[in-house]
């Protein structure tokens, strides 16, 4: 055993004292293959200078194409920030074409249709500063996107088609806060700022790769259960069924029936092939209108019983009413006729 496959780092986090191995990152922690040993240790000494605690998913270490990178959630950049002491109050945006074709920036992550989002902007208070930071990002540098091989256009990943405010904003936080307080934030990055090669990213469900076992540096983008929000909306909405349910349930029932591999197999998290993403939604769609249709017969189902045992009851109701009035037509018959004065008639 070499001196890096050796090494250990026992360090303080904001979430308890943690150790790290390379053994443990490389079996539980590590997401793709062919991890060198040198990206082992550059991870370990960054997680232990950074004080961040990858067993609570601050920290991933993803190999992406030749290289493998660090990525560390935005919640980390945002919790970090409130409580770095150089850090008096920070603000972030969205910068919009307005309709009056203006440049404009813009708190939060609102926008009108019509107008265009070409950027966003970052700022903070920075103590001793007389000025406040400011930082922006134009959005064609940071969109990620593909080539659309059916339609012969490059098209936006779905999560930046779907919410692109969202995506930009979380990158120019994470640029800004570099930026401002590198001694706080020098070498993260957040996971929508990973440098894609999307022409290699294919989103069409080409039935002719059945192989799904290719090339791990061929990966381009880690899809998890986040790529999926929007498909799954159907699963509350409708069926009262928690999200990750049904995605955990589509993603199992797919890699029994050997249609997909997890990217790795090392941690209990269903983490995918981006390349697999049109197959999984197209299978989570179908397992909705199942669920949809199972849901409609059983509707009609238990309409049909109470309508049937409504009407049996009414059956039981008529006969019990149609004996009683038997009953009493029986009864008249047979009692003699009587005068108005109640005497019987011989």
């Known amino acids: 055993m070499n001196e890096i496959q050796s090494y250990k780092t026992k360090y303080m986090t904001a979430t308890g004292e943690i150790e790290l191995t390379a053994e443990i990152i490389r079996k539980v922690l590590a997401i793709g293959d062919k991890i060198t040993d040198e990206e082992l240790f550059y991870f370990m000494k960054m997680c232990e200078y950074q004080k961040l605690n990858p067993f609570v998913k601050e920290a991933y270490l993803i190999k992406m194409g030749k290289n493998a990178q660090m990525v560390v959630g935005i919640d980390v950049f945002t919790n970090r920030l409130n409580n770095d002491k150089l850090c008096e109050g920070w603000h972030s945006g969205i910068q919009v074409i307005n309709s009056e074709g203006k440049l404009e920036d813009r708190k939060g992550q609102t926008y009108l249709p019509g107008e265009k989002i070409v950027g966003a902007w970052f700022s903070l208070n920075k103590k001793g500063w007389k000025e406040p930071f400011y930082w922006s990002i134009p959005m064609k540098e940071y969109l990620r996107d593909y080539y659309d091989k059916d339609a012969q256009v490059r098209k936006p990943m779905k999560q930046w088609a779907e919410m692109p ?21 020098t070498g993260l990055y957040a996971r929508e700022e990973l440098p894609v ?82 197959l999984i939604i197209e299978h989570i769609e179908n397992t909705l209108k199942v669920k949809e249709k199972q849901l409609k017969k059983k509707t009609e189902e238990e309409k049909k019983k109470k309508q049937a045992e409504e009407g049996k009851k009414k059956q039981e109701t008529d006969k019990k009413n149609t004996v009683k009035n038997d009953k009493k037509n029986d009864e008249n018959k047979k009692e003699p006729d009587k005068n108005k004065d109640g005497v019987k008639n011989e």
């Open 165 to 185: 405010a969202i995506m930009i904003v979380k990158c120019v936080i994470a640029a800004g806060c570099r930026k401002a307080i590198p001694s706080s934030f």
């Open 197 to 278: 090669d999307a022409t290699e990213v294919n989103y069409t469900i080409n039935e002719d790769k059945k192989d799904k076992n290719e090339n791990p540096d061929k990966i381009d983008l880690i899809a998890t259960k986040e790529e999926f929000d929007s498909i799954l909306e159907a699963a509350v909405n409708n069926f009262n069924v928690e999200p990750y349910t049904i995605y955990e349930y589509t993603v199992k029932q797919m890699i029994k029936a050997k249609l997909i591999t997890l990217f790795n197999n090392n941690t209990d998290e269903l983490i995918i092939y981006s390349k697999d993403v049109p």
